[in-house]
């Protein structure tokens, strides 16, 4: 672990801005290194502070300047969409289409890479936006949402690296692949550092109980990527992050 934290450079946050949003902010800290992606990803949920942070702003201000606790919520996830691109909500779509929607692994595969999106990816892209506005909502009309925000924004983007040190590829192509093998230690220093940020933002019960769900919900998708496609895609660690923010969420939301 050691190791790990002598190795860290500040220009792996760019790297990590590059690779899982849109934002111009890439250069911020030093140009970006694809080569060292996969070592980059202990600064996953340090990228979810940021996403969260300008999520937070936007919304905070339309709300503080009158806007219902709901409009302040579809601001919050419209944010999150154009800072990353999407890339996330694109990931569960592909991922429930491919899951349910193929019958062996190979046509699973096929499906996720398909850029047409089945009733499967529809139905999971909707609950998911109702479950995330219901939480959102509830907490912006009890007034607290900068500090559960940022702490699931940055949690869940914990979970991407663990399931790609603990998983094979699935494939021999894609975004994950291009990434390449995390390291176990660095997968756990983004988990300490995600942990510390909620620690601070939500306290010790709130975080100890998001961080079990966030781990539930993380393994749970790696069995069920193992099960149906044997192994990991950008797509699967696209949904795991939502899934597990969402998951958080409803942690943190049940403390207000």
Request: hydrophobic share 55%; aromatic share 6%.
């Amino acid at each position: 672990m050691r190791d790990e934290w002598t190795n860290c450079r500040p220009a792996d946050v760019s790297t990590a801005l590059g690779l899982l949003t849109r934002l111009p902010l890439a250069g911020l800290l030093g140009h970006p290194d694809l080569d060292r992606s996969a070592r980059a990803a202990w600064a996953y949920p340090l990228v979810g502070v940021v996403v969260g942070t300008l999520a937070w702003a936007i919304a905070g201000l339309a709300h503080w300047s009158g806007a219902g606790a709901g409009l302040a919520a579809v601001l919050v996830l419209t944010v999150g969409v154009m800072a990353t691109g999407g890339m996330h909500e694109d990931g569960l779509a592909d991922t429930a289409d491919g899951f349910w929607g193929g019958w062996d692994v190979s046509r699973r595969l096929e499906i996720m890479k398909d850029s047409r999106v089945g009733t499967y990816g529809v139905l999971a892209l909707v609950l998911a936006f109702l479950a995330r506005f219901s939480a959102l909502e509830g907490m912006i009309a009890a007034g607290a949402l900068f500090a559960p925000l940022v702490a699931a924004a940055a949690l869940s983007r914990a979970s991407m690296p663990y399931l790609m040190s603990l998983m094979p590829h699935a494939r021999d192509t894609g975004l994950s692949r291009d990434v390449g093998a995390v390291s176990r230690p660095t997968a756990t220093l983004g988990a300490a550092i995600a942990a510390a940020i909620s620690l601070v933002l939500m306290g010790l019960a709130a975080t100890a109980l998001a961080v079990l769900a966030v781990m539930v919900v993380s393994v749970a998708m790696g069995w069920l990527a193992d099960r149906k496609i044997e192994g990991q895609t950008g797509d699967v660690l696209g949904a795991t992050q939502l899934l597990t923010e969402i998951a958080a969420l409803a942690v943190f939301g049940a403390f207000f």
